[in-house]
């Protein structure tokens, strides 16, 4: 088959082609954030959390892999390859985060959150097949550290704008437990999250394919039935290239080590710099829930459950200033490490990065400083920077060109199996092993980083 040359692209054509990728992760970014405090608004308990967010591993291992194995074999003259797939997961993705806030139950949260992480998983796949699609091999690690930088500006305005609404725009929803400023983060959400999509959809084309590959898609649609994406699936993984499996390693210990600090920097914050405990919230809302049904309660009694409540709250927005402090870092050192994987390979900054990672994670249960608690996230931010991009670059060359969606699709897999294996295994290791303790559960998450920092080493990269 005739090589397909592929144009350079300038700065800004890469930049208007990753905006799409902004909108994703603020709704990512409300996730890893928002959605565990507003189970908690809703009455779950900690050990609860992990179960909870079973819909993003689940939707990430069946949707990403189909939706690229199903991509590679679309073609469409007005729409193109990728683009329909990104359209369609915003769309979803932009209703589902404006319904949620509303949600009045765990269980409606929790439906919402299998429907937003199904649009987003939809949308999220063909973005990194895209990179490879539209740039030469020479521009991955500018166009996938590109989209780490969305990544960050995507998940900083989420996390800041819980912060800043919380702060100046704060009260309690009139229905139930629900805070009013968790509302005005997800409407913007909705907004970003189509605006982007639209904006990268309507500025940057698909490159056709060549008449060789419209005539071989042709074929193999002729020839495909339902179960044709499951069996290239199949076959991607039983010839997966050998570096695949050894990445597979580091995101095991890597995506384990993230779901656990998503799920539980809230409740640490809550009790190593406010001293709140999960009893103290429960006891706090009982005496409310009292108070509301009008039952006499002492006013020494109801001060100090108001009190609690306004803690808890205010340890949420805590999160979303770390949280988006981290991803600030994290748009403003992408580009910044594209020098330092050229000059010292993507393999060993990744590596630095995650081992830098590890040690933040490792010194935050110990600072008692609302100011001083944000130090640690710088590290965080670049070894975040790092996760987004270089991985993708220090494989890409070794991607067949013509099952890159598919492949992007297996390599999602490799992140939400090990989220799959935390949100099952980890309730009862928080519960009986760390003791229900926060602080043990984000130390944990360093001490997997350094393991995925080691990993990384063994990594034999195509020169």
């Keep these: 088959m005739t090589k397909k040359i592929i144009p350079k692209l300038s700065f800004w054509q890469i930049w208007n082609m990753n905006v799409g990728f902004f909108g994703i992760q603020y709704s990512f970014g409300l996730q890893q954030t928002a959605v565990n405090p507003l189970y908690s608004f809703l009455g779950a308990h900690a050990e609860q959390l992990p179960i909870l967010n079973l819909a993003g591993p689940v939707t990430g291992l069946l949707i990403q892999p189909l939706i690229g194995a199903i991509s590679d074999k679309t073609w469409s003259p007005k729409w193109g390859r990728r683009k329909p797939f990104f359209l369609l997961g915003a769309v979803f993705c932009s209703l589902a985060l404006f319904i949620f806030p509303f949600s009045s139950t765990i269980w409606m949260a929790v439906g919402l959150l299998w429907i937003l992480d199904a649009a987003n998983n939809t949308a999220m796949e063909p973005y990194r097949a895209f990179i490879g699609d539209k740039l030469p091999e020479e521009q991955h690690t500018y166009g996938f550290q590109m989209q780490s930088l969305f990544v960050g500006a995507g998940i900083t305005l989420a996390n800041l704008s819980l912060f800043v609404f919380q702060k100046y725009l704060g009260g309690t929803s009139e229905s139930g437990g629900i805070p009013k400023w968790v509302y005005y983060s997800f409407f913007l959400g909705s907004f970003c999250s189509i605006a982007s999509v639209v904006w990268s959809v309507y500025k940057t084309p698909e490159i056709p394919p060549t008449d060789e590959e419209l005539a071989q898609l042709k074929a193999e649609r002729e020839n495909s039935t339902l179960l044709t994406p499951f069996t290239d699936i199949f076959t991607a993984i039983v010839n997966m290239p050998k570096i695949l499996w050894q990445l597979a390693l580091v995101y095991l210990f890597q995506w384990y080590a993230l779901f656990c600090y998503w ?92 081992f830098a990672t590890g040690l933040s994670l490792l010194v935050l249960p110990f600072i008692k400083s609302e100011i001083l608690i944000l130090l640690p996230m710088v590290l965080f931010g670049i070894g975040w920077a790092s996760m987004m991009g270089l991985p993708y670059s220090m494989v890409s060359p070794s991607i067949p060109s013509e099952k890159r969606g598919v492949y992007m699709g297996v390599i999602n897999m490799m992140i939400v199996v090990p989220m799959l294996i935390q949100t099952i295994s980890f309730g009862f290791i928080y519960k009986n092993i760390l003791h229900n303790n926060p602080s043990y559960a984000i130390l944990t998450a360093g001490i997997l980083f350094l393991l995925a920092a080691i990993s990384v080493m063994y990594i034999k990269m195509k020169k």
Excluded: R
């Design 263 to 354: 799920q539980f920097v809230t409740p640490m914050i809550k009790q190593t710099l406010y001293g709140i405990s999960e009893n103290d919230e429960e006891k706090a809302g009982h005496i409310l829930e009292l108070s509301k049904n009008g039952s006499a309660i002492l006013n020494s009694d109801l001060s100090w459950a108001k009190n609690i409540v306004h803690l808890a709250e205010t340890a949420v927005g805590q999160t979303g200033l770390m949280n988006g402090f981290y991803n600030f870092i994290t748009m403003i050192s992408a580009l910044i490490l594209i020098p330092f994987a050229v000059k010292f390979s993507s393999k060993k900054v990744y590596s630095f990065c995650l």
